[in-house]
């Protein structure tokens, strides 16, 4: 009631538009029931991007409802595939590829339209796209994907911002990667398998999102092997064809989930997890104190009692990742005493911290660690979402904090948690989100 009557009131002191595309919490409750996770973006991406490698339809099963997925969608359309989404069920037919330019307003915006550069040096053995963010060649963030794409035999050229990339021909190479960077993995994955000879990626990024790749790939007719660890092999073929694939679950959601019941001394069943998949979060959120439940495919997680405050620094799979450190950050920031959390993966990943502050948390960043200093209770404020992961760190302090919090910029949150505000809600947070 109290809820409801807060929205209304904040609605006729600014206006409606005072609102628009924000997420409002009022926080304290103790989250409780059960939720299931949808299925991982990070896979449903470069799973996408296969697609493009098969003369053929793919039918892809629980595919998130993402903005992140629509968008993939309209590049997949822009290069000739014909894409058509019922609910959580997707198919594509790139029969008909016919362009290799990816649309600059995807490449700059998007990272992840990056993906398709492989599959489309593979099928029409040219590609055209502009650096993510102007990004000059040899440096961060594509230098990884294009060394490797120059090993299989394309030859590499930038101008004005725009990377080219042509062969006569993908040959098979055994690159070594300097850094296990999980795009330019899955990225030389999806060229190589039409590549003529065998391809060997060592430091391979590890990820669970790569083994989907990978048995998506060999349901395609791709002879793939060593996914999930190391070092990856890949026999080249000469056709892919179309295949159902179902995608795994999101093992970010599933950890946000288990926050969400700790941040809130709740008691939840997070139900289609693999646990496996969060093993570092399970950990470090025992090590906290809180009790956590593993059984086949569900999660539960529950806290009654003052949580304490651990060490983390972020590291590619296995380690800690990067994509749940805001997250943790929130709910260390209401736990008792001074934790230390370091990233190692993203040079400018603490915006959270700045909007986390307003709401009464005892952050400082020193170079790439935060320090955090437990408090007894964080306050609510009007806070930004900066970007995805930060802005659901924001909501998971909502619930934790005393009185409302406003999140602006909701649409970041939309581009990687399906319908997050009613799954909450069903748990017992009080939340909405108001559309644009
Ligand atoms: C993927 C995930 C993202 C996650 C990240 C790390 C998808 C769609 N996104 O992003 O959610 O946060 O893994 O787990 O799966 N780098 C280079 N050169 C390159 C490529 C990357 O220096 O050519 C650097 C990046 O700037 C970054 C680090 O390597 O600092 C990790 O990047 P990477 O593993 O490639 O992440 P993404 O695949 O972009």
Redesign the pocket.
């Known amino acids: 009631m109290r809820f409801k009557s807060l929205v209304k009131d904040l609605r006729i002191l600014g206006g409606e538009s005072l609102l628009k595309g924000k997420f409002v919490v009022v926080g304290g409750e103790r989250l409780s029931g059960k939720v299931r996770v949808n299925g991982a ?3 449903a ?2 799973i996408m991007a296969a697609t493009l490698l098969a003369e053929g339809k793919s039918t892809i099963l629980s595919i998130p409802n993402l903005k ?1 997925v629509t968008v993939f969608m309209e590049v997949l359309e822009s290069l000739g595939a014909a894409v058509k989404r019922e609910g959580h069920k997707l198919e594509v037919d790139a029969t008909n590829l016919n362009a290799c330019e990816v649309p600059s307003d995807f490449a700059r915006k998007f ?2 339209s990056n ?1 398709v550069m492989g599959p489309l040096l593979a099928r029409l053995r040219e590609v055209r796209s502009s650096y993510p963010g102007g990004c000059a060649i040899g ?9 490797g794409l120059a090993s299989l035999g394309s030859s590499v050229k930038e101008r004005g911002g725009f990377v080219h990339t042509s062969t006569d021909g993908l040959r098979g190479s055994d690159i070594h990667m ?9 990225n030389i994955m999806l060229a190589a398998t039409l590549a003529e000879g065998e391809t060997i990626i060592r430091n391979a ?1 590890r ?1 669970p ?1 790569i083994v989907d790749l990978q048995n998506f790939l060999n349901s395609m007719g791709a002879k793939v092997k060593g996914a999930g660890t190391g070092t990856v092999g890949i026999k080249g073929v000469k056709k892919l064809h179309g295949a159902e694939h179902e995608i795994i679950p999101d093992r ?1 959601e599933t950890a946000t989930l288990m926050i969400a019941s700790a941040i809130t001394g709740g008691d939840v069943c997070i139900e289609n997890a693999i646990p496996e998949h969060v093993e570092p979060v399970i950990a470090k959120l025992t090590e906290m104190g809180v009790d956590v439940l593993v059984d086949n495919d569900s999660i539960r997680v529950m806290a009654d009692q003052v949580l304490g405050g651990v060490n983390i620094k972020t590291l ?2 296995p380690g800690f ?3 749940v450190q805001p997250q943790m950050v929130a709910l260390l920031s209401t736990a008792k005493g001074t934790s230390l959390v370091t990233e190692t ?3 400018n990943r603490f915006k959270h911290t700045a909007e986390l502050r307003r709401m009464g948390a005892d952050i400082t960043v020193e170079g790439r660690t935060a320090v955090i200093k437990g408090m007894p209770k964080l306050s609510g404020a009007f806070v930004e979402a900066t970007d995805l ?1 930060a802005g659901i760190a924001l909501i998971l302090a909502g619930l934790a904090a005393e009185d409302m919090t406003v999140v602006e910029n909701a649409g970041h949150i939309d581009r990687g948690y399906e319908n997050i505000a009613e799954k909450l809600k069903a748990l017992g947070a009080k939340i909405i989100r108001i559309e644009n």
């Open positions: 973006k990070n896979s991406l470069p992140d990272r992840a993906l440096s961060r963030p594509m230098d990884l994907h294009l060394k300097d850094f296990p960077s999980v795009g330019a993995t899955e990024a990820e999102e970010i590619p799979y990742p990067t994509d993966i993203f040079e992961r």
